[in-house]
């Protein structure tokens, strides 16, 4: 039997002609070292074999989409929880200070109606003083002095009244 390239046809079976393929089986009963070689070929192919079982099936594109998709809506959810608290928080502040401020200025307007009653019942009296006043010095002139000086004097005296008012309205106002 002349020699042939049993080794090459051992790694390239699918190739070969059906003599070719008979050559080799025959030579394989017979050579260690060809039994070795389809052993060691065929331990090959079955790790390319596993290796394929191993890569990703179809749907992992897919899966590692929609887990990608997840991770993202809730970094989101968690975003949007952190803004509302922060809102919150600062809406709870915001109405405290605003609170308090009510607060003080419902105290402070309280103090402010009580002084303007003071206020109005002092100038009230005032009034009803004047009035008493200016009546009894009407009285008393009437008799004494002539009509044209009487409408004169009181004229004074209402402009006079006016006057004292305006002033007492100005410093009413320059102290509030
Ligand atoms: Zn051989």
Request: proline share 3%; with cysteine; hydrophobic share 50%.
């Amino acid at each position: 039997m002349k020699q042939q390239p049993f080794d090459e046809w051992v790694l390239a079976a699918e190739d070969l002609t059906p003599e070719q393929a008979k050559a080799l089986q025959e030579h394989l009963s017979t050579c260690k070292n060809c039994q070795a070689l389809v052993e060691a070929d065929c331990a090959v192919r079955s790790l390319f074999t596993d290796a394929a079982v191993i890569s990703p099936d179809p749907g992992f594109v897919q899966r590692w989409e929609e887990r990608l998709n997840r991770s993202r809506q809730k970094a989101h959810r968690r975003q949007v929880s952190i803004v509302l608290g922060v809102s919150a928080v600062a809406a709870g502040i915001i109405l405290s200070v605003f609170s308090v401020k009510l607060l003080w200025l419902l105290a402070s307007l309280d103090d402010l109606l009580i002084d303007i009653f003071w206020e109005g019942f002092r100038m009230i009296e005032a009034v009803a003083l004047i009035g008493h006043f200016g009546t009894t010095f009407i009285d008393v002139l009437s008799g004494v002095v002539s009509p044209l000086w009487g409408v004169a004097l009181i004229s004074l005296i209402v402009g006079l009244c006016v006057l004292w008012f305006i002033s007492l309205y100005r410093i009413g106002h320059q102290n509030v």
